[in-house]
């Protein structure tokens, strides 16, 4: 009987302690803040590469007119409990006809650069990075897909919370833009 009461008072001890552990400060809930803080107009025709500051990402994008006009970008840091995340910015992508573009970061990546030369014809290609809090990486839910915008005539921006994670367009300057977007998000 004695070894049957000292191997349940283990096992109460070790649920107790497994239940201690589960509710550790590192699960507790995060405030992640964004602040928009950066935003550059550049001639894209002219194959300018456009990437966000250092641990900042693509929230918003306006362009009005065609291939000749300017392109804003809109960028965002983000903060969970009030200290910046990393963002660890990979290779660009492939080239693709800007005509017939249709891109998405890889799973859990945000979208901080893109790169656009000639008209509708030209090469687009895109630049996405990873997040990274206290050395973990950074989660983002619900992605969704805005509606359509006409190219040559919008401004798009992310509600907050939410970034870029992809753009489709199709046809010239009077096609149709779609931009994907998610919410950031982090679990201890």
Same mark, same amino acid.
């Given at each position: 009987? &004695? ?5 349940? +008072? ?8 497994? #239940? #201690?552990?589960?509710?550790?400060? $590192? +699960? #507790?809930?995060?405030? @992640?803040?964004?602040? &928009? ?13 456009? +990437? ?6 693509? =929230? /918003? ?8 006009? &300017? ?6 840091? @983000?903060? @969970? ?8 910015? /990979? ?7 800007? +005509? ?12 901080? /650069? ?14 996405? $990075? *990873? ?16 509606? #359509? ?8 921006? $992310? ?8 753009? =489709? ?7 149709? =833009?779609?931009? &994907?977007? *998610? ?6």
């Amino acid at each position: 009987m &004695r070894t049957y009461g000292k191997a349940l +008072s283990v096992t109460v001890m070790a649920a107790a302690l497994s #239940a #201690a552990t589960m509710a550790s400060p $590192a +699960s #507790a809930a995060v405030t @992640i803040t964004m602040e &928009r803080i950066y935003t550059e107009t550049v001639w894209e025709s002219m194959g300018i590469a456009f +990437s966000c500051p250092p641990n900042q990402v693509l =929230t /918003g994008r306006s362009h009005y007119g065609d291939e000749r006009a &300017r392109t804003t970008y809109h960028c965002s840091r @983000i903060l @969970i409990n009030g200290e910046q995340v990393q963002v660890h910015a /990979g290779d660009w992508t492939s080239p693709q006809r800007e +005509s017939r573009s249709d891109y998405s970061a890889p799973d859990h990546q945000v979208v901080v /650069g893109r790169w656009h030369q000639g008209d509708e014809n030209g090469d687009t290609r895109y630049r996405s $990075a *990873a997040l990274y809090w206290q050395g973990r990486q950074v989660r983002l839910t619900n992605g969704d897909s805005s509606g #359509a915008y006409t190219e040559s005539s919008h401004s798009w921006q $992310a509600a907050h919370g939410k970034v870029m994670t992809g753009r =489709t367009h199709y046809g010239d300057e009077n096609g149709k =833009t779609w931009y &994907r977007f *998610a919410t950031v998000s982090f679990e201890g």
